[in-house]
């Protein structure tokens, strides 16, 4: 069973920067789309960005110009360059691969890892 394991979170005051790594326990060469997603007190999971397999990337509005996605296929490894944060980036951060169902819906295809906390103080 494919694990993914999340690293890299802290506390940090905010304007500052924090990078997180997704190791996964498999092979992510056949992955299309890979991404990082985070939920905050009170919140739904939310799609933070997400890199595909021919390196396209896409990011939620909120992070735009401050996040980075990349991914390492060799390594089986997916990591998210944070900077300038804000308050509002506080939450768990997880990744995970996601394919599309026959009805458009995202199907994530991994077990949830424990992740990792973020938390940016004003």
């Known amino acids: 069973q494919v694990q993914l394991v999340e690293s890299g979170g802290g506390t940090v005051q905010a304007g500052g920067s924090l990078r997180l790594s997704c190791a996964v326990s498999g092979s992510i060469f056949s992955i299309n789309v890979m991404g990082w997603y985070r939920q905050a007190p009170g919140k739904q999971r939310e799609l933070v960005a997400a890199v595909r397999s021919d390196e396209t990337t896409k990011y939620a509005d909120s992070v735009k110009g401050r996040f980075t996605i990349s991914r390492d296929n060799a390594k089986s490894m997916v990591t998210l360059q944070m900077n300038r944060l804000k308050p509002e980036d506080t939450g768990v951060y997880y990744c995970?691969?996601?394919?599309?169902?026959?009805?458009?819906?995202?199907?994530?295809?991994?077990?949830w890892g424990q992740g990792t906390q973020v938390t940016v103080s004003s």
């Open positions: 995970n691969a996601e394919v599309e169902g026959p009805r458009g819906e995202v199907w994530y295809v991994f077990d």
